[in-house]
């Protein structure tokens, strides 16, 4: 049973930071990218950063670069998401999927982040 578990959302700031993870388990990864997504109430889920589990090569939605960063640890089948300089409308949902680009297969239940001016 494959699975994706997300944690380290919060309440922060603005301006602070927080490092997201998802654990993968239940299969083998490394022919897929994990991407993380986000959806703020009332608003449809959108992209944010994705990952290859194979090459490292990662793509970020242009709002994002510079502020996040997506990695991998291959030993730990973890991907996380280091998120600098905050801001209020970063607060949504935030999920982890595995999959194909344009093609999440597995997804996880989201953590939940939350960022006060």
């Known amino acids: 049973q494959v699975q994706l578990v997300e944690s380290g959302g919060g309440l922060v700031q603005a301006g602070g930071s927080l490092r997201l993870s998802c654990a993968a388990s239940g299969r083998t990864f490394s022919n897929y990218v994990m991407g993380w997504f986000r959806q703020a109430p009332g608003k449809e889920r959108k992209f944010v950063a994705s990952?290859?589990?194979?090459?490292?090569?990662?793509y970020y939605a242009d709002s994002m670069k510079g502020r996040f960063t997506i990695s991998r640890d291959n030993a730990k089948d973890t991907v996380y998401l280091q998120m600098n300089s905050l801001k209020p409308e970063d607060t949504a949902l935030y999920y982890c999927g595995a999959g194909v680009p344009g093609a999440y297969r597995y997804w996880g239940q989201g953590t939940q982040v939350t960022v006060s001016s």
């Open positions: 990952i290859s589990w194979s090459d490292g090569r990662s």
